[in-house]
């Protein structure tokens, strides 16, 4: 079973900046597209951002322009830049494959945007 390790998270103002590292355990990494999703409480989980093998990059219209993701395939590793972050991006963050995840998750990595 492959392994997802997400970090990174924290607590910011409005505004602010966060960047979120995925690790991946495993071989297949380089060939999988990977995605970034987020939950809140009593929410569905949401894709937000994935990146293919290539490196083709698509976003949720929610944070578009605002969100970079991109990957190191040397490192196995995914990220994700949240700049000009608001209130309402305040969720668990998730690293999967996508669109369709995995059926199992890792720990996730908490952002709170708030004053």
């Known amino acids: 079973q492959v392994q997802l390790v997400e970090s990174g998270g924290g607590l910011v103002q409005p505004g602010g900046s966060l960047r979120l590292s995925c690790v991946v355990s495993?071989?297949?990494?380089?060939?999988?597209?990977m995605g970034w999703y987020r939950q809140n409480s009593g929410e569905q989980r949401e894709l937000v951002a994935f990146i293919s093998s290539g490196g083709n990059t698509n976003y949720a219209d929610s944070v578009k322009g605002r969100f970079t993701i991109s990957r190191d395939n040397a490192k196995n590793t995914v990220y994700l830049q949240m700049n000009s972050l608001k209130p309402e991006d305040t969720a668990i963050y998730y690293c999967n494959f996508a669109p369709r995840p995995a059926g199992y998750w890792g720990q996730g990595t908490q952002v709170t945007v708030s004053s």
């Open positions: 495993g071989s297949i990494f380089s060939l999988t597209t």
